[in-house]
T-cell receptor, first 114, second 110 residues
Framework: EAGVAQSPRYKIIEKRQSVAFWCNPI?????LYWYQQILGQGPKLLIQ????????DSQLPKDRFSAERLKGVDSTLKIQPAKLEDSAVYLC????????????FGNGTRLTVT | KNEVEQSPQNLTAQEGEFITINCSYS?????LHWLQQHPGGGIVSLFM???GKKKHGRLIATINIQEKHSSLHITASHPRDSAVYIC????????????FGKGTKLSVKP
């Protein structure tokens, strides 16, 4: 089966600019996660979708971050405006159901904000 | 106090050694994932377990729900095992929310 696809692989922007990341989960996976992983730390959940509904976005900085999953398949994560502390790897993962199912991760997008 | 603690944070081993990575957690959980992250690479799921022990090749994962502890063992370690190993616990009801540990960085020297 095809894995979780993410793009772009790398992105460098200046602070106050905007950026968008794209994720295509494994076909048929109902749950989609966006994680932020800062260097030296474990992934931190930003938002969890179940189909096209939001299950958990409690740690999403909503003043600058937004995410959507139209039609319950692909998802985009946007940052506007970016801050220096947003430099991190943004990981997308999907699972058949919820955390009860094996997780499948994309390769991530490495964002550098200068 | 972190809800998921991994130890050690860093581990260097010689090829062929038996390796143990530990994960302790403070929340009540229903399942636990062990994940592997190679430098510059994505994360790969190794195991998901809710009781007892699972084995896949040279990897063995154990969990004791009552003691809130899990271990990942690697037998006959090899340099290609060098990676960050992350433990993630599943809590909550049907949502199956996850909390991740900070990871254990393993380096296996030839």
């Amino acid at each position: 089966e095809a894995g979780v696809a993410q793009s772009p692989r790398y992105k460098i922007i200046e602070k106050r600019q905007s950026v968008a990341f794209w994720c295509n989960p494994i076909s048929g996976h109902a749950t989609l996660y966006w994680y932020q992983q800062i260097l030296g730390q474990g992934p931190k959940l930003l938002i969890q979708f179940q189909n096209n509904g939001v299950v958990d976005d409690s740690q999403l900085p909503k003043d600058r971050f937004s995410a959507e999953r139209l039609k319950g398949v692909d998802s985009t994560l946007k940052i506007q405006p970016a801050k220096l502390e947003d430099s991190a790897v943004y990981l997308c993962a999907s699972s058949l159901l919820t955390g009860w199912s094996p997780l499948h991760f994309g390769n991530g997008t490495r964002l550098t904000v200068t | 106090k972190n809800e998921v603690e991994q130890s050690p944070q860093n581990l260097t081993a010689q090829e062929g050694e038996f390796i143990t990575i530990n994960c302790s957690y403070s929340v009540g959980i229903s399942a636990l994932h062990w994940l592997q992250q190679h430098p510059g690479g994505g994360i790969v799921s190794l195991f998901m377990l809710s009781s007892g022990k699972k084995k896949h090749g040279r990897l063995i994962a154990t969990i004791n729900i009552q003691e809130k502890h899990s271990s990942l063992h690697i037998t006959a370690s090899h340099p290609r095992d060098s990676a960050v190993y992350i433990c993630a616990v599943v809590y909550g009801g049907s949502q199956g929310n996850l909390i991740f540990g900070k990871g254990t960085k393993l380096s296996v020297k030839p």
